[in-house]
């Protein structure tokens, strides 16, 4: 099955100069979505994950379909002041000024293997946030899944010792 089809090219949306990936006919097909999930699974086939963290909100739409599959708990990585308990927050620099990501502190024990999945990674500035927050908390982050990677902004450089899958490449 080609995913690519079901991935829409919306222009200038949110912002002018941004062809935005719109997954939305990938969720609409049970296939399709069915498809992606198989396939997003087969890099941790016979490791041991204990939770599937999903970057808000997309990230969440992938997480925790898959945390459910691979027998894993789900954590929300959230933007700021969504999470109701303690938190450990990270703020990182993006092309134009800050943004912020919050995880319960309790959210994993320390040791706890985690996958990270979100939609798109584009520079790479919100995955690698969002490892470095679950380091913080003490997991071994033993993956970052993405459906779709756009390779020509680079953002595998600011990942550091994490193993990157991605289904589609732009
Ligand atoms: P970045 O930090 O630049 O890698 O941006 C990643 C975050 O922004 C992800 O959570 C994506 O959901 C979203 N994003 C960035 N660029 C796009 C794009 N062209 N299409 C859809 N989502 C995007």
Redesign the pocket.
Known sequence: MDLTEYIRDIPDFPEPG?????ITPLLGSPLAFEHALDQLMVPYEGLQVDYVAG?ES??FILAAPLAVRMGAGHVPIRKPGKLPSKVERIDYA?EYGTDSLEVHLDAVAPGSTVVIA??????????AAAVELMQRLGAEVIGLSVLIE?SF?D?RSKINGVEIHSLITY
């Open positions: 941004i062809m935005f990936k719109d970057i997309r990230g993006l979100d939609d798109v990674m584009a520079t790479g500035g919100t995955a756009l902004l953002g």
